[in-house]
């Protein structure tokens, strides 16, 4: 299924978009980068903040029209039975909790998704995949991901032909990207498939092969506001949220 983007004047009533937050910090605040909710608004959306802790997050999916899954700290290997590593930061088990939770689903139903950095981990660790712990260990140094926990870098994707995400950006080679990022999906896991990759070979983005409008990108398209192909990703996630009522998804038979 391919992703139209929007016509002018084609979104009639802006529709609402969750955002995930980050945990309660110290002084007992939560927060989000402004960068993303600049993003949903310019595509026309209305965003809403979806703080850690909730525990009805069946009824979020009652009153948003699309679920954006932000960035930050990294997921909990154990939650993947992964391993530990000296680089893995700001676990909080609060959200990793309330973001699984809310993904598991999310994924059951029509309602838009779109996961960015953590939010494509997100995706990856509610379907059963796996995540590189830290891509210097074993990718190297040749592409920079991120220049240290406080910098984003910058470098080039190359966009896999004939997938949505190629067809939504217009383009089917290479394109550059904002990256703060460190760990990535080790491989597609089942229902999804691989849209993009980096020069070294660290997966950049996915997309479910049959949810309506579930994409991933493992950078950061809100940190380039300039670049109108980037900003094709919102406006194509706002549209796809603007259209009629969420309804659940047959779901695979259990063996």
Request: include cysteine; proline fraction near 9%.
């Amino acid at each position: 299924m391919l992703f139209p983007l929007p016509s002018p004047n084609s979104i009639t009533k802006p529709p609402i978009i969750g955002i995930t937050t980050s945990c309660k910090n110290e002084t007992g605040h939560y927060s989000l980068f402004s960068n993303y909710i600049d993003a949903v608004r310019r595509a026309g959306g209305v965003p809403v903040l979806l703080t850690p802790g909730e525990m009805h997050q069946a009824r979020i999916l009652d009153f948003v029209d699309g679920l954006l899954f932000s960035g930050g700290g990294d997921i909990d290997p154990a939650e993947y039975e992964g391993s530990s590593h000296p680089s893995i930061y700001r676990v909080n088990a609060e959200r990793d909790a309330f973001e699984l939770g809310l993904a598991n689903l999310a994924l059951k139903t029509s309602i838009p998704m779109l996961g960015i950095c953590r939010g494509l981990e997100i995706f990856m660790v509610v379907s059963g995949g796996q995540l590189v712990p830290h891509i210097p260990d074993e990718f190297g140094n040749t592409v920079i991901h991120r220049a240290d926990q406080s910098h984003c870098a910058k470098h080039p994707v190359q966009l896999l032909p004939r997938t949505r995400l190629a067809t939504l950006l217009h383009r089917e080679t290479e394109i550059n990207v904002v990256s703060w990022h460190h760990q990535a999906a080790r491989s597609a896991p089942p229902g999804w498939r691989v849209a993009a990759q980096a020069p070294d070979g660290v997966i950049e983005a996915l997309e479910h092969q049959h949810h309506p409008w579930a994409i991933a990108v493992q950078w950061h398209p809100e940190l380039a506001p300039e670049d109108s192909g980037q900003q094709r990703i919102f406006k194509a996630f706002v549209q796809a949220a603007s259209q009629p009522q969420v309804v659940a998804l047959p779901q695979p038979a259990s063996n």
